[in-house]
Every structure is written in C-alpha cells, then in structure tokens.
C-alpha cells in the first residue's frame, strides 16, 4: 500500500495569512486528488490533478503536482474563516480503484 | 435526495453486539466505497464494490467485518461482535465508475461508538 504524508497536521493562522500544505509519498501515483472536510460531513472534492508539474487554480487556492508525481502542494492565499477544515490529499493507485488518503492537515483560519 | 446518505447517522452500541451500517448512493452510481476514519485521522480504506461484486475487500480489518450490496443501490456494512477499536466513523462514497481520478461524493458518514 502506498502511503500519503502530510504536513502540518494542524495549522492555526489569522484571516489573511497565506499558508501551504504538503502531501508527500515515495510512490508515483497517476493522479492525486485534494479533499476538504467539515465536522460531522464527509469530505469534498477540490481538485484532481494529473500530469507532473500540473498548476490548478480554484479562487484562492492553487494546487500543484509534483513533475515525478510523487508529492503535491496546496496553497491557499489570504485565508478566510471559512476555510477552516480538514484537507486530504488522496493518490489514485496506478492499476487499482481505490484511493490512499492522507492524515489530513486540520487548519483553522481565526478571525 | 441527490447526494448520498447514510443511516444512522450515529450508533451507541454494546461491545459484542452486531451492527448493520446502510449507505444509499447517488442513483445511476456503479461503484460504491467504504472507509473508515478515526478521529483526526485520515480515510482507511475498507471495500468498494463494482456494481454488486466486489472486487476489492482487502481492507476488511477482520472477518468480523463484511458488506454487501443490491445490484447498483443500497449496501449494508455489517460489523459482527463489535470492539471498543470498531469505534470510528463510517463513510460511504460513490461514484460513476470505479477509477480513482472519478469525483468520488461522499455521505456525511455513521458515526459508531462501541462502550
């Protein structure tokens, strides 16, 4: 089983900090996926990305895969209370259907 | 509804007893996915099923743990002699085909606490 390293797992900043968050492995995936979820819900999918080196851009989150695909960056500049959550990111094992999580890296955005 | 739900939403039962966890996924959905998470903890994979077969169950911690599900519906988690480790909560997923870059939705889980 490949496995998923996050950090931080807890991140603790004010309103309009930037922040980033790292998922790493020593496995290639095909693809890796970044999830956000809320207390007492299942998590949501952001973005998926696919091909090394790979930039996507959702508002004020960017997301980027590592040109091996081994690791992945989440960025989220000027950070609002609403993005407090818990992000996983998830690999696409390359010949199965499942996905490997991360632990999560639980941020808080205080206002 | 449009999305996927799961009942109970939460479980108190005894160490020992049998639970039965249900998850309804979204309507025309061929693979349906079932993890666990522990507090503060990342998803751990447990069994997904294509259709009503499954070709996958290598996460079934135990054989204490086994699922099944009707055709293309509903599936039923079932967790026999349950633990104080059992407890966790239990999240269903589905998704249009079982490939892991598909959008895979996501019920808001059952959360199961053994006593």
Do not use: M
């Not at chain 2, 449009?2 to 025309?28: F, M």
Request: overall charge negative.
């Amino acid at each position: 089983t490949q496995l998923l390293e996050q950090s931080p797992q807890f991140l603790s900043i004010q309103e309009g900090e930037n922040l980033t968050v790292y998922c790493n492995s020593s496995s290639v995936f095909s693809s890796l996926q970044w999830y956000r979820q809320e207390p007492g819900e299942g998590p949501v999918l952001l973005v998926t990305v696919v091909t090394g080196g790979e930039v996507k851009k959702l508002k004020r989150l960017t997301f980027q895969f590592g040109d091996a695909r081994k690791d992945s960056s989440l960025h989220i500049t000027a950070a609002q209370p609403g993005d407090t959550g818990l992000y996983l990111c998830a690999g696409d094992e390359t010949s199965g259907s499942r996905l490997t999580f991360g632990e999560g890296t639980q941020l808080t955005v205080n206002p | 509804g449009a999305g996927v739900s799961q009942s109970p939403s939460n479980k108190v039962t005894e160490k020992g007893k049998d639970v039965e966890l249900r998850c309804d996924p979204i309507s025309g959905h061929t693979a349906l996915y079932w993890y666990r998470q522990r507090l503060g903890q990342g998803l751990e994979f447990l069994i997904y099923f294509q259709g009503n077969s499954a070709p996958d169950k290598s996460g079934l911690p135990s054989d204490r743990f086994s699922a099944e599900r009707t055709g293309e519906s509903v599936s039923t988690l079932t967790i026999q002699r349950t633990q104080q480790e059992d407890s966790a909560v239990y999240l269903c997923a589905s998704s249009l085909v079982a490939r892991g870059t598909y959008e895979q939705y996501f019920g808001p889980g059952t959360r199961l606490t053994v006593t």
